[in-house]
């Protein structure tokens, strides 16, 4: 009986570590294909951006429902990547021959469009990333041209990055200390490439250089971004996914496991920590390729794998990101089902909130807080969600960045379980703040950004 009794606890333990995928909630289709850009918003939605079957760059800004609240046509770009702005609003990046920003209200008006220098080479991918303190930071993926543009769209500098020799950049993004990261995978043989990260200054000067072995073949690493906690995760066709801790160091590398063939194509780190993935993969007897969904812990377990199967057309997952109810949005590619290179569509999948987040039994050690903030980056306003994992006396303070704390949301008796607090910045400038959380001997910090 006793036996029986742990065998039956060890199954129990193994439904909590292998945990159901998210339901899926709706679908969208569109015209236009690759080169899309995605971006969550504070109330569930999202903007997609794409390139219509014109040739014209469309957005379209989603609510939670899966309905069109505005759309807006720009120019005839090959390429584009968004972000949420100050105000609710976006910037957006326009690229091919030429690149132009355009900045937009939160109801899609147009406020301002600038063009960069011309010394500026877009790539196969661009990218524009708000900077702290106002502003915003652009790099290419095959030139080694990066600008700084001040709020205005305006152009404060223009110049080459120092990268190292072979490196071919695969995402950027800004940090807390006015600088910005650029990751990329650098060619060591013929067939091997190994991941850096570059950090620079506000100016554009390099600081340091780091590489990190894992990356596979010479085209095996497709992307990375930063979590809440300073770590980093990169992702690669081998298909892996790594996780590089703050200090630097690695600190693990998975395979997605239970689909042959399967290539990660686009990530992205979650409110918990963890990280989910999506790609595609080659099902047995399809000439084509379907796509899939897939989230880890911070620890490198996999949760759960969520395939999407259709022998009646191939689908390419361009981009995945989480939403703030904790669901995902897909964005896909589709065409015949023998091809994936001539798009015939593009698709939108979005799942309800993440089952394994839901329940903190699924993912948290007893002695683990989860602390997340959404939006962030915000203004005025943001709110900070956790998870306690025992009851007792609580303390959730905000810190500048010279350390001083500005604001006090707890500092009391809570039970144990879910709690959110809203942070309010109304009365503070612009720039980093750090929301600390204690409770007992346990802490976190969280990362946030005022942008007014």
């Known amino acids: 009986m006793k036996t029986v009794l742990t065998l039956i606890s060890i199954l129990s333990l193994a439904v909590l570590a292998w945990g159901q995928p998210p339901d899926t909630l709706w679908t969208r289709r569109g015209e236009g294909y690759d080169r899309a850009a995605l971006t969550a918003t504070g109330d569930g939605g999202f903007l997609w951006c794409r390139i219509q079957s014109s040739g014209r760059i469309g957005l379209d800004r989603y609510d939670a429902a899966g309905n ?54 877009s790539g196969f991918q661009d990218w524009i990333r708000p900077a702290p303190g106002g502003g915003y930071f652009t790099a290419s993926s095959v030139s080694s041209w990066a600008t700084r543009l001040a709020a205005n769209g305006d152009t404060v500098w223009v110049r080459a990055l120092d990268l190292p020799v072979a490196t071919t950049p695969v995402a950027m993004w800004a940090e807390a200390d006015t600088g910005f990261v650029i ?32 990356g596979g073949n010479a085209m095996g690493i497709i992307g990375a971004a930063p979590a809440n906690d300073g770590s980093v995760y990169e992702v690669g066709c081998a298909p892996s996914l790594m996780r590089i801790v703050a200090a630097g160091n690695d600190q693990w590398t998975r395979d997605i496991p239970d689909l042959e063939g399967c290539v990660a194509t686009a990530l992205c780190p979650t409110q918990d920590g963890g990280c989910s993935v999506a790609g595609v993969f080659y099902p ?26 259709t022998r009646e057309e191939s689908m390419y ?5 989480q939403t703030s109810d904790g669901g995902y949005v897909v964005a896909a590619q589709v065409s015949e089902p023998d091809t994936v290179l001539t798009a015939t569509g593009s698709l939108l999948v979005r799942f309800a909130p993440d089952p394994t987040a839901a329940h903190p039994s699924v993912i948290l050690h007893p002695s ?28 959730l303070e905000i810190y500048d960045v010279m350390g001083r704390q500005v604001q006090t949301l707890s500092d009391g008796f809570l039970e144990a379980g879910e709690h959110s607090l809203r942070f309010d910045g109304t009365a503070l400038p612009s720039g980093i703040y750090f929301a600390r959380i204690q409770s007992g001997e346990f802490t976190a910090t969280h990362k946030l950004l005022l942008l007014k």
């Open 68 to 121: 069109v609240a505005w759309s807006q046509e720009l120019g005839f770009f090959y390429k584009c990547d968004v972000q949420p702005d100050a105000d609710s609003g976006f910037v957006v990046l326009l690229s091919d021959n030429e690149t132009e920003i355009v900045r937009l209200t939160s109801s899609g008006e147009e406020l301002w469009h600038r063009y960069v220098d011309e010394a500026y080479a």
């Open 183 to 214: 990751a990329g995978r650098q060619r060591t043989g013929t067939d091997s490439t190994v991941f850096l990260l570059t950090k620079f200054n506000g100016r554009g000067d390099p600081l340091w250089t780091r590489s990190y072995s894992g």
């Open 284 to 309: 047995v007897e399809f000439m084509g390729t379907n796509m899939f969904a897939a989230k880890f812990d911070s620890s490198g377990r996999c949760l759960w794998t969520c395939p999407r199967f």
């Open 317 to 321: 997952a361009t981009h995945i990101v």
């Open 368 to 395: 683990t807080f989860i602390l997340s903030a959404y939006p962030n980056p915000f203004n005025p306003a943001t709110t900070l969600a956790f998870t306690l994992p025992n009851s007792g006396k609580l303390s």
